[in-house]
């Protein structure tokens, strides 16, 4: 399995940036793709998650500002940030799992991750 991010950059606040992870596929025992970040010194904390039914998960932080999606015929999951703040400023990182379970924020339950896009907000 592999994960490409990509659409980090720098933004001011209030604007919008939208991120994607290229996947190989949801597959028998892969179900769910997640987005989660690290800002230096602190946690990776998870940000999003969607499972192979759209179901979406989200950190209470973005609620109502970050959007994830997905479009299955490219493999590809999207984050749309919106209303973008300082705080929001790390690397961003997809990942995967076998399902969207309730620690879905949890960075131990996943297993595969892409390399990170950095996200800088100012």
């Known amino acids: 399995v592999q994960l490409v991010e990509s659409g980090g950059g720098s933004v001011q606040a209030g604007g919008s940036l939208r991120l994607s992870c290229t996947h190989s596929g949801y597959t028998s025992s892969r179900h769910c793709m997640g987005w989660f970040r690290q800002a230096p010194g602190k946690e990776r904390e998870g940000v999003a998650a969607?499972?192979?039914?759209?179901?979406?998960k989200y950190a209470d932080s973005v609620k109502g500002r970050f959007t994830i999606s997905q479009d299955s015929a490219k493999n590809t999951v999207y984050l749309q940030m919106n209303s973008l703040k300082p705080e929001d400023t790390a690397m961003y990182y997809c990942?995967?799992?076998?399902?969207?379970?309730?620690?879905?924020?949890?960075?131990?339950?996943?297993?595969?991750w892409g390399q990170g896009t950095q996200v800088t907000v100012s």
């Open positions: 990942a995967t799992d076998k399902r969207l379970g309730d620690m879905w924020y949890e960075a131990f339950v996943y297993d595969t």
């Open positions: 969607i499972n192979i039914a759209g179901t979406t």
